[in-house]
């Protein structure tokens, strides 16, 4: 399925597009019982990790592909725009008509062609299928593919080169294509390491999939973590297979712990980042997670909503849905 070799390959293939990122102790290291080290994917070209899947996929597609395509608004769409742009294939990046301008515009600035079709993501995904099927660009999964799946592997692969000696990493979890393929570069290089995957408490496919034994749906709502929303598909292939066998452990935080570790991050280690980012620092400061000596994360994305995260930091109430997080300065 998906190997360490397949790791090591993606690392060589990805250079020049999606290069290594700084991993940093956190200065909250002292108040969670152990050290901390921040794997910076927000340092990557469009602010999130995902470049690194997309660039592995842009560079393995099979002979006589056109190009690519796919029909996320988030940091895939923007990772999957700037690795065709990067050698030089033309990208169609599908979205519904009720996606923001300010997203669309996002996306061609960063060179892909966009298609608006129909009024939710299930339409704008038909368009996809559309241009898969007719003009040869190959639909690029943004979680459910060996080749994204060994490009997010990368990640620990350079965690785990730089510091042998993290004995604990806290991957935020989706779609699963981050935790797989850590986890399968991680097992790899230390089979003793100890890799626990965290999402938000509602609206978590993956962790309702791994407790069910087979991909289910679950209602997508609102969060801090939006970028962890989404199912996985039932009819999935890869990823809930790696994360069922290889993660020790599924932690869910709750709005008010993510809340929280998005204010101590900010205040702390001076950084913006989506609530994607927190989940693993919120399990720990709610004791979800037993700290341990060398523990790492990945602060996977910067792409935020602005007004929302000013919120946050300045202490005020943040609706989501029918939940309203209550706000509170920080400390
Ligand atoms: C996609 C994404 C994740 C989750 O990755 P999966 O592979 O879907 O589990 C986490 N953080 C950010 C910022 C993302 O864009």
Redesign the pocket.
């Known amino acids: 399925m998906v190997a360490i070799t397949d790791v090591l390959m993606a690392a060589t293939a990805i250079k020049g597009v999606a290069d290594a990122t700084p991993l940093v102790p956190s200065a909250l290291s002292r108040r969670l019982g152990g050290d901390l080290w921040l794997k910076l994917e927000t340092c990557q070209p469009i602010g999130?990790f995902?470049l690194r899947g997309a660039s592995n996929a842009v560079a393995h597609l099979p002979a006589g592909a056109s190009g690519v395509t796919c029909c996320s608004t988030?940091?895939?769409g923007r990772a999957v725009a700037y690795a065709a742009a990067a050698r030089g294939l033309r990208a169609v990046i599908c979205m519904s008509e009720l996606v923001p301008e300010a997203k669309v515009d996002g996306i061609r600035a960063l060179g892909a062609e966009v298609h608006i079709h129909g009024r939710s993501q299930d339409e704008a995904q038909i368009e996809a299928l559309r241009l898969s099927r007719n003009e040869g660009l190959v639909d690029i999964s943004?979680?459910d593919d060996p080749h994204v799946i060994a490009g997010?592997g990368t990640i620990a692969l350079e965690m785990l080169t730089a510091r042998p000696d993290l004995d604990t990493l806290l991957i935020?979890?989706?779609?699963?294509?981050?935790?797989a393929g850590m986890a399968v570069a991680a097992r790899a290089l230390n089979p003793d390491i100890r890799l626990i995957g965290i999402t938000m408490d509602r609206g978590a496919a993956m962790a309702a999939s791994i407790e069910a034994g087979h991909p289910v749906e679950v209602e997508e709502v609102p969060s801090l973590a939006d970028?962890?929303g989404g199912g996985i598909g039932l009819k999935n292939k890869h990823s809930f297979r790696l994360c069922r066998d290889l993660l020790d452990e599924v932690v869910l935080v709750t709005e008010a712990e993510i809340y929280a570790a998005l204010q101590a991050l900010y205040y702390e280690d001076r950084m913006v980042a989506?609530g994607?980012?927190v989940v693993g620092i919120a399990a720990l400061m709610a004791g979800k997670v037993t700290p341990s000596p060398q523990m790492g994360t990945v602060i996977?994305?910067r792409n935020v909503g602005m007004a929302q995260f000013t919120r946050v930091i300045t202490g005020q109430d943040v609706i989501l849905g029918d939940l309203t997080v209550k706000g509170h300065p920080y400390g």
């Open positions: 999130a995902k988030g940091n895939h943004p979680f997010q935020p979890l989706s779609g699963g294509g981050l935790a970028s962890l989506e994607a980012c996977t994305g």
